[in-house]
């Protein structure tokens, strides 16, 4: 099904993409705040709890007054799941920066596309190809937003691993963040991707941060003990708490190779999901 050329359908995507992108910025999502609560009511160190409490803090005072929980409010990745029998086209990814460039105005939010070489600035947040839109097939059209800031994403790592060494993939993750310290402001999520190409790979890193952060599986639950081990910290202070999930996606890679990244996130893990009127 065709809708590229309907106005009152790509208006409604291009509100959908405004409210995602708001509410990202605004709102943390349940399961990182229960995370971050958690955080602080097991943490030893002082400093470090109260670090936690002012992160706390932070979140109430964003929500009460409708501003962005950070400064750097990042460029917003956007992710579009359309249900079988659509088709995505050039109209609708031109919907969907409108609804970005009204949301750098609205919120506000800070312009920080520039052009690589000449930092020329966008002042809209779109433009020069960018932010990305990803699109896959699912029950509902739907519109995600996360946003992403350069203080995680600076520190972030790939690298093309031997297949023997599948069993240092842990170690590679652990270095990464030992690397980072408090760059990336933690408390941090970690986004793993392991496989496909070394483009894939760090897709899948960034995709593993819009999963749901209340559980993990063993592999993941080991990674986390050991990147909290590093004892950086919140804010890299010292503390229990250098880590508050580890999650990874995995996908099938040629047999001599084996891509790993690792996409830091900050504790501000923003993302909003909005359902598009058809």
């Excluded at 709102?27 to 229960?34: G, H, S």
């Excluded at 919140?234 to 190779?257: E, I, N, R, Y």
Aim: glycine share 8%.
């Amino acid at each position: 099904m065709s809708v590229s050329g309907d106005p009152a359908f790509l208006k409604s995507l291009s509100d959908a993409t405004w409210k995602a992108v708001r509410d990202a910025e605004i709102n943390l999502p349940p399961d990182v705040k229960t995370r971050l609560e958690h955080a602080h009511r097991n943490e030893s160190v002082l400093v470090a709890r109260k670090e936690l409490e002012n992160i706390l803090e932070n979140i109430r005072l964003a929500e009460e007054r409708s501003a962005p929980l950070c400064q750097d409010t990042g460029i917003p990745v956007m992710y579009v799941t359309i249900p079988p029998g659509f088709s995505w086209s050039p109209e609708m990814e031109q919907a969907v920066h409108e609804g970005i460039k009204k949301a750098t105005n609205d919120v506000p939010l800070r312009p920080n596309l520039v052009h690589p070489l000449t930092r020329e600035n966008t002042r809209t947040n779109t433009g020069l190809e960018m932010p990305p839109v990803h699109v896959c097939t699912g029950d509902r059209f739907t519109i995600t937003a996360l946003p992403k800031g350069a203080g995680s994403e600076n520190v972030s790592r790939i690298h093309m691993m031997n297949p023997s060494e599948k069993g240092s993939i842990p170690r590679f993750i652990v270095e990464t963040m030992l690397k980072a310290g408090g760059r990336p402001c933690p408390p941090v999520f970690l986004g793993v991707g392991v496989g496909g190409t070394f483009d894939k790979a760090a897709s899948l890193a960034k995709e593993a941060l819009l999963e749901p952060v209340d559980s993990m599986t063993e592999y993941e639950q080991d990674i986390y003990d050991q990147v909290n081990r590093l004892g950086i910290g919140p804010m890299g202070l010292g503390g229990d708490t250098t880590c508050l999930a580890v999650k990874v996606k995995f996908a099938g890679c040629h047999t001599a190779s084996l891509p790993v990244a690792v996409n830091i996130q900050c504790w501000a893990a923003r993302r909003a999901t909005v359902e598009v009127s058809l």
